[in-house]
């Protein structure tokens, strides 16, 4: 790719309902994932409220490191939209009256049968410098300004004007005046080891990486992603490139990697599942139903999701989920015992092939000396065997009650793999 | 308060996932409302990547704007974490071994039964001119430095550590080193009303707040909070101002309020079931488990929550959960008929006071002419009568589950409070 000159964008929203923290800006985030598939990268995004100063030196600051400035909001027709009248101040321009701006406002009113106030008239009154962009689903244009080899386009904040107008003008115009790298992400997606442990075991592998690709941990509840980019000029080479360099660190995490790009531990586990025709019910104590939720949030779990129970006391543990008596009352609920007894009853009462169970203390209560806060026993039940595994987790219940479910559904992946030890 | 001079932030978040927009950046969002409800005001929010220009002259650039700088993301452990040592060299200082922080991964680490890496321990050298802030939930500690009279913290990216050093460290901390205004928040917490609706019946009110009243409409799923803040010099008064005035909107809406500020609406549901001293258990088909856990994440909710069961399929509502066979088959799952079996039955069951049953079509697939995608049927038994609902929802599979986890909760509470008509 070092033959390419790296196109940079910086992202410009404007408005002090985003500063408040009234309203989510979503946007950037969208434009980044835009901006990203076609090779342009941002290298900054700045949030300013409808401010002279602020927004004025914003778009100075943008101007010295991005080749292409994107702005939204701020184009409303009250006072308190300043971005029209202020690129016009900067590109040291007059605002004019566009007719196919005023004619487009016009219809968009007539089509819903209201009258054109003259606030609205002044929303075709445009910055001599700026090509106009209509707007097809509101009232405010786009306006494109192109100085000293800069790209600037200035849309409004609401989430449908600024996407079509992104896709139909934006994305296309910047493909006509730029030569764009190629750029190729592929993430792939671990779980059951920690970041640290992970870049322990790639290290090497990480050291000699080629210099035009790059890798990121992305962290989450316990699952840590990687995540290799290539820039080049050939699409298929650094597509090869990145797939070669996975081929080789694929064995080293093998046992923790569970899918690649967007799909979650849940979708993997349906997959598994349906490929291998295995049906799964789950006994949930303290995950209270967290792990049947992520389950079933899949399209389609139907298929291969039998049910659950939670019986969140020994009374229901045993009425219900036939749980030994003396079990609950010489182990306790959180014990290996109880929760290979309810791994294995929960798989017995929905037919399925594989039962899992979890029983802990997920907090703030309940926790003693010799199981404090934290403890979970957690079990999965197939044909011939029962698993169990004891997890020390933390002192927060819904952090808790979330690892407990990424352990659980782990726990699941490594038996239907028949990666256990 | 115009005797106060405004305190300003800026918000920088470190992380190339960003830019590339691969993780939303949810956590600039969430600073921006606490600080806002603080009187602190946010002047710009800014993100750049893991690069050691546009970090250090976002450091720069900073300063020159604001009195508090918030900074999350980049402190990872791995190389690709730039902010611990980019700090270290704006500060002009060295990283030191910090005893504590080094206790506090130990500790960490142990309670997890695993053993610290190298690479871990770097994470106990900071800065030596920094404070060293723990972080209860994770390995990154938090970093509070103080130069000529600007505040600056850096704070690891991962949302609920973030979110729980801002509020035991940095937001106590602020109030400490700055002389703020007063404000005086009070957030009205209404389900089963869309916002339209609940704007008309509260115009005439709202018309005449005094001046230094302010109301936001804060939609969510299903719920839309309305927030009151009040701006003055005495926080005895505009507390008085704020309570009169929510005195005077209660009997308007008085049905559709659970709660105030910050009580979610499972937490509410728990407040009433432990003050009344019930019990309540679910049976949950297209809900999959979601309601059980929403019940489940509230400490102490084992005081009033029996237990579940999720059976999926007709075979199981038959088998475990005792409904007809030929209701099954005459009306099928998604009627008013199974639903009170289902709702009648968990009941039993569970020894509940209050059985809550949802059967639907989630989507995306399975649905027809006469129950379309997102036709779902909700009961709630109770002593002497069972009560029912039938939504349509929508053609989203995740909203389809939340609404419906929603509405069942909502129905509980109108129950409890024999609100239903």
Known sequence: MTQYKEIKAEILAIGDELLYGQIMDTNSHWISQELDKIGVRVVRRTTVGDNRDAMLSAFESAEKIADI??????????????????????????????????????????????????????????????????????????MWFQENGKI??????????????????????????????HIYHKVIKTVGIGESWLSDLIQNWEKNLPKHIKLAYLPSLGQVKL?????????????????????????????????????????????????????????????????????TTVPGSSDYFQGSMVPYHNHFKNKLLHVDQNTLKEHGAVSEATVIQMAENIKTMF????????????????????????????????????????????????????LTGVAVLNMLRLCIEGKTE
């Open 227 to 295: 995540r290799l980019t290539a820039f080049g000029d050939d699409m298929d080479q650094i597509t090869n490139d990145v797939e070669n360099e996975i081929t080789k660190v694929k064995p080293l995490i093998d046992k923790y990697i569970f899918g690649y790009n967007q799909e979650t531990l849940e979708e993997a586990i349906g997959r598994l599942l349906r490929t291998n025709g295995k049906k799964v019910a789950f006994a949930e104590s303290c995950s209270g139903g967290y792990i049947t939720h992520l389950v």
């Open 152 to 181: 600037w386009m200035s849309m409004p904040g609401v989430p449908h004007e600024m996407k079509r107008l992104m896709s139909d003008h934006v994305i296309p115009r910047i493909k006509e005046n730029f030569t764009l790298p």
């Open 351 to 402: 037919e399925a092939d594989f039962g899992l169970a979890s029983s802990g203390i997920a907090g703030p209560g309940g926790g003693w000396k010799e199981k404090p806060v934290g403890t979970v026993w957690i079990a999965c039940a197939m044909n011939g065997k029962t698993i169990t595994k004891k997890l020390q987790l933390t002192q927060d219940r819904m952090l808790n009650i979330q």
């Open 69 to 142: 400035i994107l702005i939204t909001g701020g184009l409303g027709p009250t006072n308190d939209d300043l971005t029209k009248p202020l690129l016009a101040e900067y590109f040291n321009c007059e605002l004019a009256l566009v007719p196919e701006a005023l004619e487009a406002v016009r219809t968009f009113f007539e089509k819903r049968g209201r009258e054109l106030t003259d606030t609205n008239k002044l929303q075709a009154h445009l910055p001599t410098k700026c090509i106009y962009i209509p707007n097809e689903l509101g009232t405010a244009p786009g």
